[in-house]
């Protein structure tokens, strides 16, 4: 245990602040989150807030609301449900060429987007304590 302490205590400087985890997400279903033209990374940077729910080709949501349990039971949002095919039609087109525009790489990857609403822990021995159980 005395061993354990003094390799901890020597190593510490080492180990301070160094990232312990690094994650990587992938796209479940297509998507993309445009950034502004002023690119801080910040939320309220965001330029497209306009939300577009195809479900099987047959019905489209066109919302304000995000998908969440806020956003679909508690805010005051709005949104149009369709299933009207030429209604449809024309959005999934429009939904097509957002997906494959580049826009000068002004939006998101899947990974940009999760790095700025997830935090990667790093290593921090200044402001926890840590504990071994053996």
């Known amino acids: ?71 679909m039971n508690h805010n005051i949002e709005t949104m149009i449900k369709t299933h009207d095919k030429e209604a449809i039609s024309k959005i999934n087109s429009f939904f097509d060429s957002l997906l494959a525009e580049d826009f000068g790489k002004t939006y998101f990857t899947t990974n940009e987007l999760a790095k700025t609403l997830y935090q990667e822990p790093i290593n921090d021995y200044q402001n926890k304590k840590v504990c071994f159980f053996f």
């Open 1 to 71: 245990m005395i061993f354990m302490y003094l390799m901890l205590k020597n190593n510490k400087k080492n180990m301070e602040k160094i990232q312990i985890y690094n994650y990587s997400y992938e796209q479940t279903f297509p998507f993309k989150v445009f950034k502004s033209k002023k690119t801080t990374g910040k939320v309220d940077d965001y330029l497209i807030h306009s939300k577009i729910y195809i479900i099987d080709d047959k019905t489209i949501f066109l919302s304000s609301s995000n998908f969440t349990e806020s956003g």
